[in-house]
């Protein structure tokens, strides 16, 4: 049934429709019950409404500010952790007598 439907849909010359219901033994009132058929089938399978709850948009933004600043909390912890060992390099580097990268420039 689809798949005539489909070739019918797809018949661009005149009396190609005719030709290919002659070929199957059909009749054009066959073909236009399959097309509404087919159509109501179509609008089944593609639902016009979500489900469920709908998404709190208000919700959406908090949760988001929320796991923006628990990112910027681990950026700034990591952040004071590097700046700690750069200076701990540099308190090093002093003790040694060795060049650092900015005395080398």
């Known amino acids: 049934m689809h798949r005539i439907v489909r070739e019918a ?5 005149p009396g190609a429709i005719g030709a290919l219901l002659r070929r199957e033994g059909l ?18 399978v593609v639902p016009n409404k979500k489900r ?13 500010v929320s796991n923006l600043e628990l990112a910027n909390e681990k950026l700034t912890k990591q952040l004071t ?14 003790l ?8 080398v420039k």
């Open 9 to 13: 849909d797809a018949c661009t010359a």
């Open 27 to 44: 009749y054009s009132s066959h073909l236009s019950k399959w097309r509404l058929l087919v159509a109501e089938s179509d609008a089944a």
């Open 52 to 64: 469920g709850p709908k998404p709190d948009a208000v919700k959406a933004v908090d949760r988001r």
């Open 81 to 94: 952790q590097a700046r700690l060992i750069i200076g701990v390099q540099k308190k090093l580097c002093d």
């Open 96 to 103: 040694l007598g060795l060049p650092t990268e900015e005395e």
